[in-house]
């Protein structure tokens, strides 16, 4: 975790949850350019390859940044202590943002087992009418214990309610099957749970593999040149990914997550959303990254910020902002995954942009809004960062 002091439009703390551990780099950044101010803590969680925070909110913005490491060795190492602290930072300081996650590549053929017993499959479910206490009621064999479980105190119209359940013993065969096939495919096993949310349940899944591959497998995986990981997975809104794919792009969507006390959210780009055009941006390939996701994402978290401070020029430059943005796609300036619904696969290379072609334009389109309301000097704007950036990282 490090603090950020961006010298421009000064705003609250952010705690940064990175998982590019590969991308990590301390920067301290300070212009010379008249920002606003806003002084709160925020939490912010990104990677830094289409430098879209160096050009469009570092230079503009004072940030105290809290940060993250969400990198899943590092979640591993700290058994997801790391993933509850930002959680409760992200309480604490009410903004988190959550930019492009870079995910394993992987090119192989791959199968997936799936557990058939229990759980939903034989899950009960129930429509709960009127106020009145649920509750979980296990019996032991003997009846000499009984053990009961608040559930949850409906109130009103009521709900429904839905009880799972599964076996060690189911757990530990399907943790033998899934090890037994994939020492005999000579193939790498993952474990897929979501260990961080049901602690128990998926948690009993994790514990359970492990012990049956430390006591039978591991050196049988050794020797085969395998491994074995269990972690979690990482839940998303995939029908509005699919939808996004499917008619526009994925480059668009910018997920909100919002508490019940309607004061603290979380702005994300979608997970995986650029792992592809990373890994031909590390072979040194042109890419053209649309980046308006990860650009949204600070905008909404700055907005809500602005909003709960009251901070009135934070607001006007974050509308600014996403403004610059939809003003350069709408003259026809745009990365590959727009210009290909408009041009088709005949689309030609003067037809779009490249990564940081395009997020230099917006750069442009921001500051001439900036300048035009006499918001910024420009002559006062000096952004020596940009280039050594690229410098560093080869762009």
Request: aromatic residues 10%.
């Amino acid at each position: 975790m490090y603090n950020a002091n961006v010298p421009p439009l000064d705003v609250p703390p952010a705690v940064m949850v990175d998982d590019l551990q590969q991308m990590r780099e301390d920067e301290q950044v300070r212009m010379k350019t008249k920002r606003a101010k806003n002084r709160r803590h925020w939490i912010k969680m990104s990677s830094k390859w289409l430098l879209s925070d160096f050009d469009l909110i570092f230079p503009f913005l004072e940030l105290d940044i809290k940060y993250f490491d969400l990198d899943l060795p590092n979640q591993d190492a700290t058994d997801d202590k790391v993933t509850i602290e930002s959680a409760e930072a992200t309480l604490k300081y009410n903004v988190a943002i959550k930019c492009a996650t870079i995910t394993p590549g992987w090119t192989k053929p791959i199968c997936i087992g799936r557990h058939a017993f229990g759980d939903q499959y034989r899950a009960t479910d129930t429509v709960i009418k009127g106020a009145g206490k649920l509750k979980l009621m296990f019996v032991a064999e003997d009846e000499r214990k009984t053990t009961v479980i608040e559930v949850f105190n409906f109130k009103g119209a009521g709900g429904v309610a839905l009880s799972m359940y599964n076996t060690d013993e189911s757990i530990r065969t399907f943790a033998e099957a899934s090890m037994n096939t994939a020492y005999q495919k000579k193939w790498p096993l993952y474990l897929s749970t979501n260990n961080t949310v049901l602690k128990k349940y998926d948690r009993r899944f994790k514990d359970i593999f492990q012990e049956v591959y430390e006591s039978k497998w591991k050196s049988k995986f050794e020797e085969a040149g395998i491994c074995y990981i269990g972690n979690k997975m990482c839940l998303q809104p995939q029908i509005s990914q699919y939808t996004l794919t499917g008619f526009v792009s994925i480059g668009l969507m910018t997920p909100i997550l919002v508490c019940l006390d309607r004061k603290t959210i979380e702005a994300e780009v979608a997970h995986g959303t650029v792992t592809r055009h990373y890994r031909v941006h590390q072979k040194g390939g042109e890419t053209s990254t649309n980046s308006i996701a990860s650009i949204f994402a600070w905008t909404r978290g700055l907005a809500h910020r602005a909003k709960l401070d009251d901070n009135a020029k934070l607001s006007e430059f974050t509308e600014k902002l996403e403004a610059a943005c939809v003003a350069t796609v709408e003259s026809g300036k745009m990365t590959k995954d727009l210009a290909l619904i408009i041009h088709g696969s005949k689309i030609k290379r003067v037809q779009y942009l490249k990564t940081e072609e395009f997020i230099d334009v917006v750069v442009d389109e921001l500051k001439e809004r900036l300048k035009r309301d006499q918001y910024l000097n420009t002559e006062e704007f000096i952004h020596p960062l940009v280039d050594g950036l690229r410098a560093k990282l080869s762009l």
